[in-house]
């Protein structure tokens, strides 16, 4: 039986229609929100929400578009009128191979584009909306692969495009103090996902700390690093 704790709160979840996004969405819908899964392909999309029924459906929202968060925030503004959580979990490009003494720019570029320009476009375009209830919640999907603490050599486009999202966190957390909503920045582990590859742990677990951090209690924290709830150094 779905929770109804939370029915009435509305979830933003960007790249939802697969992986630790979908997973995600499905977590969430299951406590009782009202999920609306972020996708360049609304086909796509509308096949996932399917799969997991209840109140998930897609909306059009490609975080590499640089017009496609205001239209959604737009949309979203329109039907609901707030937004209670954003997962920013789009993220492409691990590149455990490469090397920063050979850089290949347009993968380098490709993976800011959609995993810190595009998580910032998105986080810009519905803070408003995430303050509306005085209860929001922004979650960053990251990876202890953008910690600088244990940083080393290999996968230089996703490691730095995630240890930036990092940094942005600590900003947006410390800009929207005293809104109520509260910005941390989640890294799932090794998940055996489509860009994880097989061998990670189940894609529930990872996707369980970041429900953790999209449903943290107002007194929650705000401006960290975890994983399963726990701290990771930055």
Same mark, same amino acid.
């Given at each position: 039986?779905?929770?109804?704790?939370?029915?009435?709160?509305?979830?933003?979840?960007?790249?939802?229609?697969?992986?630790?996004?979908?997973?995600?969405?499905?977590?969430l819908a299951e406590l009782g929100f009202t999920v609306l899964i972020g996708v360049r392909d609304v086909a796509k999309g509308e096949a !996932?929400?399917?799969?997991?029924?209840?109140?998930?459906? %897609?909306?059009? +929202?490609?975080?590499?578009?640089?017009?496609?968060? *205001?239209?959604?925030v737009a949309e979203v503004e329109r039907r609901f009128g707030q937004l209670d959580v954003l997962v920013n979990n789009a993220a492409i490009h691990y590149d455990p191979s490469a090397r920063a003494l050979?850089?290949?720019?347009?993968?380098?570029?490709?993976?800011?584009?959609?995993?810190?320009?595009g998580a910032w476009r998105v986080a810009a375009a519905f803070a408003p909306l995430l303050s509306v209830s005085g209860h929001g919640r922004l979650v960053n999907v990251s990876s202890e692969g953008g910690s600088l603490a244990s940083m080393g050599?290999?996968?230089?486009?996703?490691?730095?495009?995630? !240890?930036?999202?990092?940094?942005?966190?600590?900003?947006? %957390?410390?800009? +929207?103090?005293?809104?109520?909503?509260?910005?941390? *920045?989640?890294?799932?582990?090794?998940?055996?996902?489509?860009?994880?590859?097989?061998?990670?742990r189940p894609v529930a677990q990872g996707a369980a700390g970041i429900v953790w951090a999209a449903t943290?209690?107002?007194?929650?924290?705000?401006?960290?690093?975890?994983?399963?709830?726990?701290?990771l150094p930055w």
């Open positions: 039986m779905t929770n109804t704790k939370n029915s009435g709160k509305v979830a933003l979840v960007t790249g939802g229609n697969r992986g630790i996004g979908l997973e995600t969405a499905r977590q !996932a929400a399917r799969k997991i029924g209840g109140k998930v459906e %897609a909306i059009a +929202l490609d975080v590499a578009a640089h017009d496609a968060a *205001a239209h959604a050979k850089p290949d720019w347009t993968v380098i570029r490709e993976a800011f584009e959609t995993n810190v320009f050599s290999g996968a230089p486009a996703y490691s730095t495009s995630k !240890a930036t999202l990092n940094a942005l966190t600590r900003i947006l %957390a410390a800009e +929207l103090r005293g809104t109520g909503v509260l910005v941390n *920045a989640i890294c799932p582990g090794w998940v055996a996902t489509d860009m994880g590859g097989p061998g990670g943290l209690p107002d007194d929650g924290p705000t401006g960290g690093f975890f994983r399963d709830g726990k701290r």
